[in-house]
């Protein structure tokens, strides 16, 4: 039986970070279910295109080569642009009409690439922002990364965020009573302030402060200030219902210090973080939803993020 009963959610999602996709590469993507293919085509424009050619079915990512700003098939060399319109079948006079393969809606920012997923094919209705910090003088410039599959759904994560009784036991963290929790129409926010940080970096204990906003079901961003300000962007993008790609981007405001140090430092920091998550995972991967959990007041805003997380289905 199936764990969740929610399917892909509407919503953006990450499906490579953009240095990931040089001009004239072609990746083949695994997700929502389904198979993908994004490529950069020459004048620096990404794509997701369904991953099977309409013609006969070949995979477009494997063996397909960007030419100009298409991808050629590698069975029978048809092209395709990036909005999925049909550039040129080399061997025949005339190009059937309406032919096309499925393109789905890409935006780039904050150094990542991310596609909108729809059940029914329906448009964004909302946009993903620019992250504090990104491409900021006096912060680092590119993302430190993790990534892990794990066996839950996105709309479980987000909701973890959000458990605030969980930290105690799970995490070892007691969670500060100045907290909130705001929902908005496609975002949310939440802050922490005056947790201790647990770092044993340097043997200091530091005040953390923490404000996070996710945007849909597949991004969210969080501002930490402790020894370091640093942005954690993750991206949690459904390999299917029940798998997710967790990817994790770190940058952090280092002013006039030595990058290579701070790049190290912040990466041992934030492994030490890391196992805050792997804390989570056997929960997470044998849990079921309960679509009428039994709550206490003390549950926090539970109730509230599942009525506006309703909306991405
Ligand atoms: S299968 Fe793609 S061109 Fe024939
Ligand atoms: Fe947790």
Redesign the pocket.
């Known amino acids: 039986m199936a764990r969740f009963p929610f399917g892909v959610p509407n919503s953006w999602y990450v499906v490579a970070y953009s240095d990931e996709l040089a001009p004239g590469q072609v990746q083949r993507l695994q997700y929502f279910g389904r198979d993908l293919v994004a490529f950069r085509g020459e004048s620096g424009e990404v794509a997701v295109l369904d991953g099977y050619c309409p013609h006969l079915g070949a995979h477009l990512a494997v063996g397909g080569e960007v030419v100009g700003d298409t991808l050629r098939c590698p069975f029978h060399a048809w092209r395709w642009d990036a909005e999925g319109g049909c550039a040129e079948i080399p061997y025949a006079k005339r190009i059937p009409p309406n032919l096309c393969v499925e393109s789905l809606p890409v935006i780039e920012r904050n150094g990542m690439v991310f596609a909108w997923y729809h059940a029914e094919g329906k448009a964004p209705d909302f946009e993903i922002p620019e992250v504090e910090g990104w491409g900021q003088d006096g912060w680092l410039a590119s993302w430190l990364r993790w990534e892990w599959t794990i066996k839950t759904h996105p709309q479980e994560m987000a909701e ?2 959000i ?1 605030w009784p ?2 105690d036991t ?2 070892g963290l007691p969670v500060p009573e100045d907290r909130s929790c705001e929902f908005r129409s496609n975002s949310f926010l939440w802050h922490v302030g005056g947790a201790k940080d647990v770092s044993t970096l340097g043997g200091q204990t530091t005040e953390l402060t923490m404000h996070g906003e996710n945007w849909g079901m597949g991004f969210s961003w969080l501002k930490q200030s402790a020894i370091y300000d640093t942005v954690v962007a993750t991206g949690l993008t459904p390999i299917d219902g029940e798998t997710t790609h967790v990817r994790m981007g770190v940058i952090a405001r280092i002013g006039d210090q030595d990058e290579p140090g701070v790049r190290a430092e912040i990466r041992a920091l934030m492994d030490e973080h890391a196992v ?2 792997s ?2 995972l056997d929960i997470w991967e044998n849990k079921k939803y309960r679509v009428a959990p039994s709550l206490c007041e003390e549950d926090g805003p539970i109730a509230d993020y599942r009525r506006w997380a309703s909306q991405f289905y």
Do not use: I, S, Y
């Open positions: 973890n965020g458990d969980h930290f799970v995490h805050f998550a804390q989570d």
